[in-house]
């Protein structure tokens, strides 16, 4: 698989994600792959995903959309610090969502 297909697909997943948790969405393909690149240089693929050091695009605040100015590059551990901080932290029947991806429960850490 070619880096431009997984990118493809890993930015269709998080859009895909943002929406089924009502959160908007402001991001290209490009401005997307771009913002990735900037924060984590050439190989950011293998940098992103869900490992606690692995990095994620976290939403300042946790409640606005994801924009390229309103989002930071965190690892896992520090997004979800800051999600636990600021209220966004999944809690209860919330926590227990489906992933449309796999159409397993997610899992929290």
Same mark, same amino acid.
């Given at each position: 698989?070619?880096?431009?297909?997984?990118?493809?697909?890993?930015?269709?997943?998080?859009?895909?994600?943002?929406?089924?948790?009502?959160?908007? =969405?402001?991001?290209?393909?490009?401005?997307?792959?771009? =913002? =990735?690149?900037?924060?984590?240089?050439?190989? =950011?693929?293998?940098?992103?995903?869900?490992?606690?050091?692995?990095?994620?695009?976290?939403?300042?605040?946790?409640?606005?959309?994801?924009?390229?100015?309103?989002?930071?590059?965190?690892?896992?551990?520090?997004?979800?610090?800051?999600?636990?901080?600021?209220?966004?932290?999944?809690?209860?029947?919330?926590?227990?969502?489906?992933?449309?991806?796999?159409?397993?429960?997610?899992?929290?850490?």
């Amino acid at each position: 698989m070619t880096n431009i297909t997984r990118a493809k697909e890993a930015y269709w997943a998080q859009k895909a994600n943002a929406k089924a948790r009502g959160k908007d =969405w402001k991001f290209t393909l490009e401005e997307w792959i771009s =913002w =990735w690149e900037e924060k984590l240089g050439p190989n =950011w693929l293998e940098k992103r995903g869900r490992g606690k050091s692995k990095y994620v695009m976290g939403r300042r605040g946790g409640t606005s959309p994801y924009s390229t100015e309103n989002v930071e590059c965190l690892t896992n551990l520090q997004n979800c610090e800051a999600r636990r901080l600021n209220g966004s932290a999944a809690k209860g029947e919330e926590a227990q969502k489906v992933s449309l991806l796999t159409n397993r429960p997610k899992k929290f850490i």
